[in-house]
T-cell receptor, first 113, second 116 residues
């Protein structure tokens, strides 16, 4: 399953499928990006980050892709599990903002059994 | 220890009350943050403390007053709040100070605040 984070706030996938969550950012000077997972009633949990000198970074079952040309970020989750159900936020660190993070609107991921 | 703790978990207060939210981290981080999160919305930055000094105030109303007693503690003092201030208040910390970019922020579980 695939979503455009800002325009399709809910993504439903079958357990075991791969998920792709997308995020568009606006500031070409942003050079640090983070994906957070937020489960109901909890604070955001760090998933993976990427700096602008990279275009891909892999973690455990997750991959982040960065396309600076079109200012697009995606999070790929392999073999999606019920425990992956949550809201996923991308966040960018903009130039001139110190360590301030600006969050995207978020995508709700629902994993269907 | 990669934990940020927040107390209380839930708080209900009247518009004339004074209360405080507390946040603590023992990761040696030198930057700490307060965020406000409304339902189904992303976190919005309120304040950043860097090396125990306020470095960013995102034009937050004065009824919210932050305090950083030491590098491990962050408080948010609340006074004369409005019902629209009801939200989840999140604390976060990061290794780098506020003027240094590109440092992962660790979030606490939040305090669910209801103003009646």
């Amino acid at each position: 399953g695939e979503s455009v984070g800002l325009h399709l706030p809910t993504l439903s996938v079958q357990e075991g499928d791969n998920s792709i969550i997308n995020c568009a950012y606006s500031n070409s000077a942003s050079d640090y990006f983070i994906w957070y997972k937020q489960e109901s009633g909890k604070g955001p949990q760090f998933i993976i980050d990427i700096r602008s000198n990279m275009d891909k970074r892999q973690g455990q079952r997750v991959t982040v892709l960065l396309n600076k040309t079109v200012k697009h970020l995606s999070l790929q989750i392999a073999a999606t599990q019920p425990g992956d159900s949550a809201v996923y936020f991308c966040a960018e660190n903009r130039e001139g903002g110190g360590n301030k993070l600006t969050f995207g609107t978020g995508t709700q991921l629902k994993v269907e059994l | 220890d990669t934990e940020v703790t927040q107390t209380p978990k839930h708080l209900v207060m009247g518009m004339t009350n004074k209360k405080s939210l507390k946040c603590e981290q023992h990761m040696g981080h030198r930057a700490m943050y307060w965020y406000k999160q409304k339902a189904k919305k992303p976190p919005e930055l309120m304040f950043v403390y860097s090396y125990e000094k306020l470095s960013i105030n995102e034009s937050v109303p004065s009824r919210f007053s932050p305090e950083c007693p030491n590098s491990s503690l962050l408080n948010l003092h609340l006074h004369a709040l409005q019902p629209e201030d009801s939200a989840l208040y999140l604390c976060a910390s990061s290794q780098a100070g506020g003027v240094t970019r590109g440092s992962e922020q660790y979030f606490g579980p939040g305090t669910r605040l209801t103003v009646t």
